[in-house]
């Protein structure tokens, strides 16, 4: 059994439902580590990026907006996104996740138990979960920045940046 990490997020739908605290209790089954979490409202740079392999589907705008929270506005736009660590990680917390289309989804699944698929289609199944290692790595960087995670996962290194705008506390 390899030590993997994956990266997690609660969809807007699943934030909308009040299911947090579910989803939470839920994954914690799998007696896994969280090692960065916090609250993202989406871009829609971000939400591109995370759902480039399917840019080509007529449904990609929708998923776009879906990760986004647009359709549920205000104070549901946005996503809890976690990493969570442990051996065998990505296939034991998929199968408490369950199947992507929460109608085939295992009853006891938090897709299962809390998804939908709208009337547009649109598959509101309240948590993403990264589906392999390759993709656990790419999502995890392209979520969390190196000092957003408790423990170094990935090789780093120190740039100095100049000029760079950043948001600080007044």
């Known amino acids: 059994m390899a030590v993997e990490q994956l990266l997690i997020l609660i969809k807007p739908d699943g934030i909308k439902k009040s299911l947090t605290g579910n989803i ?16 993202v409202k989406v871009s829609k740079e971000l939400a591109e990026a995370h759902y480039y392999q399917l840019k080509d589907k007529l449904f990609f705008g929708e998923l776009v907006d879906y990760i986004q929270g647009k359709i549920y506005g205000e104070p549901y736009d946005r996503v809890l996104a976690f990493v969570y660590q442990g051996e065998d990680a990505i296939l034991r917390m998929r199968k408490i996740a369950g199947a992507t289309n929460p109608e085939e989804a295992d009853p006891v699944s938090i897709r299962g138990a809390y998804g939908r698929i709208t009337t547009k289609g649109v598959y509101e199944n309240v948590v993403h979960c990264s589906s392999d290692q390759l993709e656990a790595a790419r999502e995890i960087k392209l979520w969390f920045k190196p000092e957003d995670i408790v423990k170094e996962i990935y090789p780093t290194k120190k740039i100095t940046v100049e000029k760079e705008a950043k948001t600080i506390w007044t």
């Not at 089954?29 to 969280?34: D, G, H, S, T, W």
């Open 24 to 39: 939470l209790t839920k994954l914690s089954e799998a007696r896994m580590v969280i090692i960065g979490a916090k609250a």
